[in-house]
């Protein structure tokens, strides 16, 4: 149980095209959705929190407006790179969580974008 | 502020060998500690977590203790296999306005050999 799907799991574009990342609870329901960015031999950083019908809160020094995030469903959350770049180039990590705190986050298995 | 400091990887072991990952943190208020593991082309999986000092989490032959004395929570294992070869990670979490944000360390690669 408890299975988080992330699609595409690499995409290579050009710069200054936008692109989609999905991230779906396939077996619960995630009234919680977070995104996360991973350089190499780095952490994964949180970007942004999401809950069900409302607004992504995104952490210091997100880019609101460069990653838009939609969480429209209690089992959908994406995550939009708009007019991307080279420096966005990273792999994107999304985890969902069923309400409770304290509850487990269960993660995706990433998105390694590449921007050319 | 937040942050989780982990040993630099790789670390390679001969089967059966006894692991030690170690794992500090910094934090301000009082984190629950976890590791997630992360087999190759995988996403993460939670691996053991504890709540409160002196609390051990473990599972699969892993285990961890939480220590506020020292703010470590380094990973053990008796004895590795082959199959615990992946990248593991120490992470924390504070309560922030009801949700449960991660703060991760880096990560570290284990290579267990036959």
């Known amino acids: 149980g408890a299975v988080v799907s992330q699609h595409p799991s690499r995409v290579i574009c050009k710069s200054g095209t936008s692109v989609k990342i999905e991230c779906r609870s396939l077996?619960?329901?995630?009234?919680?959705m977070f995104w996360y960015r991973q350089f190499p031999k780095q952490s994964l950083m949180l970007m942004a929190t999401s809950n069900e019908g409302s607004k992504a809160t995104y952490e210091q020094g997100v880019e609101k407006d460069k990653f838009l995030i939609n969480h429209a469903s209690l089992t959908l959350s994406t995550l939009t790179v708009t007019s991307a770049h080279p420096e966005d180039s990273s792999f994107y990590i999304c985890?969902?969580?069923?309400?409770?705190?304290?509850?487990?986050?269960?993660f995706g298995d990433g998105t390694r974008l590449s921007i050319l | 502020g937040n942050s989780v400091t982990q040993m630099e990887g790789p670390v390679t072991l001969s089967e059966e060998a006894f692991l030690t990952i170690n794992c500090t943190y910094t934090?301000?208020?009082?984190?629950?500690l976890f590791w997630y593991v992360q087999y190759p082309g995988e996403g993460l999986q939670l691996l053991l977590k504890a709540t409160k000092a002196d609390d051990k989490g473990s599972n699969k032959g892993f285990e961890a203790t939480y220590r506020k004395e020292t703010t470590s929570f380094h990973l053990e294992k008796g004895s590795v296999q082959v199959s615990d070869s992946a990248v593991y990670f120490c992470?924390?979490?504070?309560?922030?306005?009801?949700?449960?944000?991660?703060?991760f360390g880096t990560g570290t690669r284990l290579l267990v050999s036959p």
């Open positions: 992470a924390l979490s504070l309560m922030n306005t009801g949700f449960q944000k991660l703060v």
């Open positions: 077996d619960f329901q995630a009234t919680t």
């Open positions: 934090a301000t208020g009082y984190p629950s």
């Open positions: 985890s969902a969580r069923v309400g409770q705190v304290n509850q487990p986050q269960h």
